[in-house]
């Protein structure tokens, strides 16, 4: 497979990253092609703007979405997009790798998501969540974070971590048509000891050991509804 | 009420500044005290890094909520963040006003968040949800998306709009301790007509004219779980 990390921590020396490290080397060592957007190392740019386009469709009034199709199709986005978007082609598997910030992502992770899940691309009309533009990909998070596994359940304080994370997994990640695997979580991980993160580095391993198994999440079909989006009745 | 308006659109002329300008001049004009943070005109960074720290209590491995509150403490925090944080404290109600991004903020309003609601502050220890830092204050989004309302709900596409605003209305807002409101949602704005904009906007209106009144969402509460954050058997 090829696969695109995209990487976002402000520290080189922190665990997040030597699980991103570890990525390579298991995936690399497995066969893969593995290519790597370390979005804190690139400077990357977070903002979506008009700076984004060399042309405009809509010179007076930005409709950033239509500003992505027009300046894509023309070859006028910007290249630090431009780039991102080629290897987002190029990928059968994305991992999102970083720490989990206000129970999401850093900002300019978010950025990465903004700018480069063009309209036209990855979405449009009906091509959404399986028909999604980068349908026959998967995408997979991997992430860590300062909470214990017991504060994420139904009755727990911070309740079902599949539901806080639902704007990313489903409406980012599902929605543009990718197969979406279980994501890889390091919990408690400012506090833990060495050996304790040597267990987490160790599972990861193996987890990426056995990506074909993973089942992966569900979520919409867009068969279930109608032109109109309203749910079609069941049968 | 001391305001403070969080607004986050790359377009001048867009209908979602127009609902901001609309509010200061509403809130304004009924007594309040309104400030803007209009992120796109400051040019804000919204990346969170090692350069966010004039001084560091860990100098050779960035803990970046460490040094957040060591850093607002010794007064060498960057100065936008300081800013920022000062106009957090000043508000009795903040509103986020923003268009809908991937059913999240806009990156440069989610890099707002990651460094301006700073550890220390807004929340530690077991200061957070009902015992959070910004306790006795309130705050509201206000937003604009392509969607229609029956897309949301429990059996529509994207399921309940709540639960997919759920790591900011909980995660983030509720919490550091703030009141959450309801939130003000204009659907289908890029496509509906100037008369149907025209409506929002006195629905909007409306809406400011009775924010005394409005519920807040429910969220957790510190006591209903033990030290250890594990939820106390119910009585």
């Known amino acids: 497979m090829n696969i695109l990390i995209v990487h976002a921590h402000p520290e080189p020396l922190s665990f997040n990253t030597a699980l991103k490290d570890l990525s390579v080397n298991e995936l690399t060592a497995a066969g893969h092609t593995v290519t790597v957007s370390d979005l804190y190392a690139m400077d990357f740019n977070p903002v979506a703007s008009r700076d984004d386009f060399a042309e405009r469709k809509s010179p007076d009034y930005l409709v950033y979405a239509l500003e992505q199709r027009y300046n894509y199709e023309k070859h006028t986005i910007a290249p630090d997009i431009a780039a991102e978007v080629e290897k987002v082609i190029a990928a059968d598997l994305i991992i999102f790798n970083f720490p989990l910030f206000w129970f999401s992502v850093p900002a300019i992770l978010k950025g990465w998501i903004d700018r480069v899940l063009i309209s036209g691309v990855c979405y449009g009309g009906m091509r959404f969540y399986d028909q999604g533009g980068l349908k026959g990909k998967k995408a997979m998070l991997t992430f860590t974070l300062g909470g214990r596994q017991h504060m994420f359940g139904p ?81």
Do not use: N, Q, W
């Open 155 to 235: 009755d727990a304080i911070h309740g079902e971590l599949e539901v806080m994370l639902r704007p990313i997994l489903r409406g980012t990640l599902a929605y543009v048509g990718l197969e979406v695997l279980p994501p890889f979580v390091g919990y408690h991980v400012p506090y833990i000891t060495p050996e304790a993160r040597s267990e987490i580095l160790s599972d990861y391993a193996a987890y990426l050991g056995k990506l074909d198994t993973l089942e992966p999440l569900v979520f919409p079909k867009i068969e279930d509804f109608d032109a109109k989006l309203y749910p079609k009745p069941k049968v």
